[in-house]
């Protein structure tokens, strides 16, 4: 065994310039590898982090069977007041978790009383709603960072398309989840960036005016969206 390493130092030594550029290839080699592997993880890790920090937040919670017809946004499926009590009590009770938010999560027509399009609407509590997506407030390309009583954060992608300035009075229709057809005037208050590319459809109200569309007589959500102290417990949590 011995005898073979000299044998191989000898050759490596005979061979100085050869050896020299096949170990400046390899070293480059490994340079590359790393820095691309370090490139794509920190790339991966900004993609995920301006999506949960925009609009998803770390964990989502749903009733069971919702997700299956997520595309439709079902009312049918909406957490009654006795699961939220729940899980309230139980996300209270656990260590980990910075932040929760209710959300209620509707599929409606938006309108401006010239034109009419779809528009997926989301009622939710300012103040939690910031505290689980945080970077919420930095989408709004134009007007108020607060959502009011009254107003609606509205995509830029429906403002630029029905013409709709910040101010502007506008009309959302939904149907509950009896079947009844319910409209309600808004005023809009901000006009925001979409993160989902040019199919970004998502508005924002406060979730009792959501309530009030909805004409829910007691507060039942779609979903509530949780932040985590550390975004690397998220599993154990």
Do not use: C, W
Not at 62 to 81: E, F, R, V
Not at 118 to 128: E, M, S
Not at 191 to 214: C, F, K, N, Q
Request: proline share 3%; no cysteine; net charge positive.
């Amino acid at each position: 065994m011995t005898q073979i390493f000299k044998i191989a130092l000898r050759n490596l030594m005979r061979y100085k310039r050869r050896t020299l550029l096949t170990s400046l290839l390899i070293t480059m080699g490994v340079f590359m590898v790393i820095l691309f592997s370090g490139l794509s993880g920190s790339f991966k890790a900004m993609m995920i982090s301006q999506i949960t920090d925009s609009m998803l937040g770390h964990i989502q919670i749903h009733k069971q069977g919702y997700m299956a017809s997520i595309d439709s946004l079902p009312l049918t499926l909406n957490l009654d007041q006795k699961d939220i009590e729940k899980l309230e009590k139980a996300v209270n009770s656990m260590s980990g978790i910075k932040a929760y938010s209710p959300r209620i999560k509707f599929a409606g027509m938006f309108s401006n009383f010239m034109e009419t399009t779809n528009i997926r609407v989301n009622g939710v509590y300012p103040d939690k709603e910031e505290a689980v997506v945080p970077l919420l407030q930095g989408r709004v390309k134009q007007g108020e960072k607060v959502i009011k009583k009254g107003e609606m954060f509205i995509p830029e992608l429906l403002a630029k398309g029905m013409e709709v300035k910040v101010g502007d009075t506008i009309v959302v229709i939904a149907t509950n989840r009896d079947g009844s057809v319910n409209g309600k005037q808004f005023r809009v208050g901000a006009v925001i960036e979409s993160v989902t590319g040019p199919g970004g459809r998502d508005g924002y109200m406060h979730i009792e005016d959501a309530m009030e569309m909805l004409r829910m007589d007691q507060m039942e959500v779609s979903e509530v969206a949780i932040r985590l102290d550390d975004f690397d417990k998220l599993h154990s949590v």
